[in-house]
């Protein structure tokens, strides 16, 4: 059992300080929302009665319950907005809590939409749907963050130029635990919007040099027309003719517009496409900006979106514009505005100024936001496990691996086991009862590997390796459809392992009870003839089996296989395991008893 994290302590103290704020949000939800009300009522009262009734101080009062009215109004809308906030990091800090737990198996985002067919590694491995890795450490809720991180899973994106900035950022996001908390809950307030969002419409909309462009006559008429209507009010109301002159020109402002709306809904396409996710966006972009950060890998990422023409600048602009907008949302206000000021035609004039000024740099900014998620996630595991971190070299003249006190995130640390093992190129096989650990071993090792690749601390306490290419034969499935059967599937498995052997470079080959869809005598001169082939200084060979016979097996240079096993011990007649590796082959077996346990009279 591995030492329990102690960050757990500090997520307890911030679920409990959320709740109860949030408690106390609703508490001042329900008395603005009374004071909203009584303001408006009896302030709507005491003004008429002073109209009607000429009592001035009654008419006064009402004045001012009226704009305490408003008042009320905005500060409801704030209490929503910093409920929502709360609600959202009690959301976050649950999770976080969860992952203390077998909870986080609950967590409805899998990732299994990113499980290609032919990618058996993150099946095997369970790096991507049902409990999986990535449904235990993902907190990216866009969809190009969620891309993002599935591909680092998948070691999509490897560069071992670039792991040592990575782990720096990593390791600084794993000591902003408040940071991560409020980015993430912004995340959640994005992707629980109801209005769907389409990010690459608003990109290319962003790149495309041909939209966003008005005609100069509408630049000439939002001005000329709205000054030619206000001057026709004014002088209708002096008395110079009556008001249907104003009128009819109100109905021929409300006309154009409607006759060149396609001109302008053209322009202003941005808001359909973002909608009320540009508020989300800009928080994360203002924790972002606001946030002190050393390493070099966010401070890039902290480069783009500042400055005059930044992605902070940028949402804060189109936030302002979408505000005028809205008022499209309510059709009797948005007539009044379009006979009177061409309202869209003005909209559509900075939505415009915006796009010069803002579109072509803002296309990376959705990017800078995915990393940032995904550089969070990656932290994630240092902050629910004890965790070290990993020495990745450069050496393709052979294969190397060794890790100390290394275990599996994936299982509870109240019930995971620690191991150590030393592997290099050539064959290592595991052999042990049933359910001793040898398969979870195998599983410990690729996961780990993948861990370290992609930037991300290791669950051991000490962890050195190259770069080795992963390949995993584990969950071997038929084909039935296509007439495969598993023993055929496997066979496909190890040929493409020794297809790859031949680029010469590094790889590691973790094969889980080889050939065991077929009879004994044929797996064990199979196995041997796969092991041979594969092992070499290049290619670490792990393979589980219960077949004592491959525990002298030998590569092509004649170097022996190293033997490890697991053992399983009885307690008052009791079977148990203590899931602990051990030099050299297994002497015990244990099918009878498990067949006893299972009710079996043997």
């Given at each position: 059992?591995v030492?329990?994290?102690?960050?757990?302590?500090?997520?307890?103290e911030?679920?409990?300080?959320?709740s109860?704020?949030?408690?106390?949000?609703?508490?001042?939800?329900?008395?603005?929302s009374?004071?909203?009300?009584?303001?408006?009522?009896?302030?709507?009262?005491?003004?008429?009665?002073?109209?009607?009734?000429?009592?001035?101080?009654?008419?006064?009062?009402?004045?001012?319950?009226?704009?305490?009215?408003?008042?009320?109004v905005?500060?409801?809308g704030?209490v929503?907005k910093?409920?929502e906030?709360t609600?959202?990091?009690?959301?976050t800090v649950?999770?976080?809590n969860?992952?203390?737990?077998?909870?986080?198996?609950?967590?409805?985002?899998?990732?299994?939409?990113f499980?290609?067919?032919?990618?058996?590694?993150?099946?095997d491995?369970?790096?991507?749907?049902?409990?999986?890795?990535?449904?235990?450490?993902?907190v990216?809720?866009?969809?190009?963050?969620?891309?993002l991180?599935?591909?680092?899973?998948?070691?999509k994106?490897f560069?071992?130029?670039?792991?040592?900035?990575?782990?720096?950022?990593v390791a600084?996001?794993?000591?902003?635990?408040?940071f991560a908390?409020?980015?993430?809950?912004?995340?959640?307030r994005?992707?629980?919007?109801?209005?769907?969002?389409?990010?690459?419409?608003?990109?290319?909309?962003?790149d495309?040099?041909?939209?966003?462009v008005l005609?100069?006559w509408?630049?000439?008429?939002?001005?000329?027309?709205?000054?030619?209507?206000i001057?026709?009010i004014?002088?209708?109301?002096?008395?110079?003719?009556?008001?249907?002159?104003?009128?009819?020109?109100?109905?021929?402002?409300?006309?154009?517009?409607?006759?060149?709306?396609g001109?302008?809904?053209?322009?202003?396409?941005?808001?359909?496409?973002?909608?009320?996710?540009?508020?989300?966006?800009?928080?994360?972009?203002?924790?972002?900006e606001?946030?002190?950060?050393?390493?070099?890998l966010?401070?890039e990422?902290?480069e783009?979106i500042?400055?005059?023409c930044?992605a902070?600048?940028a949402f804060?602009?189109?936030?302002?514009i979408s505000?005028?907008?809205?008022?499209?949302?309510?059709?009797?206000?948005?007539?009044?505005?379009?006979?009177?000021?061409l309202w869209?035609?003005?909209?559509?004039?900075?939505t415009?100024?915006?796009?010069?000024?803002f579109?072509?740099?803002?296309?990376r900014t959705f990017d800078?936001?995915?990393?940032?998620?995904?550089?969070?996630?990656?932290?994630v595991?240092?902050?629910?496990?004890?965790?070290?971190?990993?020495?990745i070299?450069?050496?393709?003249?052979?294969?190397?691996?060794?890790?100390?006190?290394m275990?599996h995130?994936?299982?509870?640390?109240?019930k995971v086991?620690?191991?150590s093992?030393?592997l290099?190129g050539g064959?290592t096989?595991i052999?042990?009862?049933n359910?001793?650990?040898k398969?979870t071993?195998l599983?410990?090792?690729?996961?780990?590997l993948v861990?370290?690749?992609?930037?991300?601390p290791?669950c051991?306490?000490?962890f050195?390796?190259?770069?080795?290419?992963?390949?995993?034969?584990?969950?071997?499935m038929?084909?039935?459809?296509?007439g495969?059967?598993?023993?055929?599937?496997?066979?496909l498995?190890?040929?493409?392992?020794?297809?790859?052997?031949?680029?010469?470079?590094?790889m590691?080959?973790?094969i889980?009870e080889i050939?065991?869809?077929?009879?004994s005598?044929?797996r064990?001169v199979?196995?041997?003839?796969?092991?041979?082939?594969?092992?070499g200084?290049?290619?670490i060979?792990?393979?589980?089996?219960?077949?004592?016979?491959?525990?002298?097996i030998?590569?092509?240079?004649?170097?022996?296989?190293?033997n490890?096993h697991?053992e399983?011990?009885?307690?008052?007649?009791?079977?148990?395991?203590?899931?602990k590796?051990?030099?050299?082959k297994c002497?015990?077996?244990?099918?009878?008893?498990?067949?006893r346990?299972?009710g079996?009279?043997?």
């Amino acid at each position: 059992m591995v030492k329990m994290n102690n960050n757990k302590k500090f997520y307890n103290e911030k679920f409990n300080i959320y709740s109860e704020e949030e408690q106390l949000l609703e508490k001042k939800f329900s008395h603005i929302s009374t004071l909203r009300i009584f303001s408006f009522l009896l302030g709507l009262a005491l003004l008429l009665i002073g109209i009607f009734d000429d009592l001035v101080i009654a008419g006064i009062f009402g004045v001012l319950l009226l704009a305490a009215f408003l008042l009320f109004v905005r500060i409801h809308g704030e209490v929503v907005k910093k409920q929502e906030e709360t609600k959202s990091k009690l959301k976050t800090v649950g999770r976080y809590n969860d992952r203390f737990s077998e909870q986080w198996r609950n967590f409805s985002d899998t990732g299994k939409e990113f499980l290609e067919d032919d990618d058996t590694v993150s099946r095997d491995i369970d790096l991507l749907g049902k409990d999986s890795l990535f449904q235990l450490i993902n907190v990216c809720h866009t969809e190009k963050g969620r891309r993002l991180f599935a591909d680092n899973l998948k070691l999509k994106n490897f560069d071992l130029s670039k792991l040592k900035k990575k782990n720096d950022a990593v390791a600084e996001l794993m000591e902003k635990k408040e940071f991560a908390i409020a980015f993430e809950s912004a995340g959640i307030r994005l992707s629980e919007n109801k209005h769907k969002q389409d990010i690459d419409r608003f990109l290319n909309y962003c790149d495309d040099d041909k939209t966003g462009v008005l005609p100069a006559w509408i630049e000439v008429a939002k001005f000329v027309f709205p000054m030619i209507e206000i001057a026709l009010i004014v002088l209708s109301v002096l008395g110079f003719f009556n008001y249907g002159i104003p009128l009819a020109g109100f109905i021929a402002i409300l006309a154009l517009a409607g006759f060149t709306s396609g001109i302008t809904e053209n322009t202003i396409v941005p808001f359909y496409s973002m909608g009320p996710a540009i508020e989300e966006y800009e928080d994360m972009l203002l924790l972002l900006e606001n946030e002190k950060f050393e390493s070099a890998l966010i401070t890039e990422l902290k480069e783009h979106i500042s400055g005059e023409c930044g992605a902070v600048n940028a949402f804060k602009s189109l936030k302002k514009i979408s505000q005028a907008y809205n008022i499209s949302y309510n059709p009797f206000l948005h007539i009044i505005f379009t006979g009177l000021f061409l309202w869209d035609y003005h909209i559509a004039h900075f939505t415009s100024k915006w796009k010069k000024r803002f579109g072509e740099n803002l296309v990376r900014t959705f990017d800078v936001i995915a990393e940032t998620e995904n550089l969070l996630s990656l932290s994630v595991l240092g902050c629910i496990r004890e965790t070290g971190w990993a020495g990745i070299y450069e050496d393709n003249k052979k294969a190397g691996f060794e890790a100390d006190e290394m275990f599996h995130p994936l299982i509870n640390p109240e019930k995971v086991v620690e191991n150590s093992i030393k592997l290099s190129g050539g064959a290592t096989i595991i052999t042990g009862s049933n359910m001793s650990g040898k398969t979870t071993f195998l599983r410990t090792v690729a996961v780990n590997l993948v861990l370290a690749y992609m930037g991300a601390p290791v669950c051991a306490k000490k962890f050195k390796a190259n770069y080795m290419k992963i390949f995993t034969s584990m969950r071997v499935m038929d084909d039935v459809a296509n007439g495969i059967s598993t023993f055929y599937a496997e066979i496909l498995r190890i040929k493409a392992m020794a297809k790859f052997k031949e680029k010469d470079i590094p790889m590691i080959c973790l094969i889980d009870e080889i050939f065991k869809g077929t009879n004994s005598a044929d797996r064990i001169v199979g196995a041997r003839e796969a092991i041979t082939r594969l092992a070499g200084e290049k290619c670490i060979t792990l393979v589980s089996t219960h077949d004592f016979e491959l525990c002298d097996i030998e590569d092509k240079d004649k170097n022996r296989a190293d033997n490890y096993h697991f053992e399983e011990y009885y307690d008052n007649d009791e079977l148990k395991f203590d899931y602990k590796i051990r030099s050299g082959k297994c002497t015990t077996t244990n099918a009878l008893a498990i067949l006893r346990l299972a009710g079996f009279e043997v």
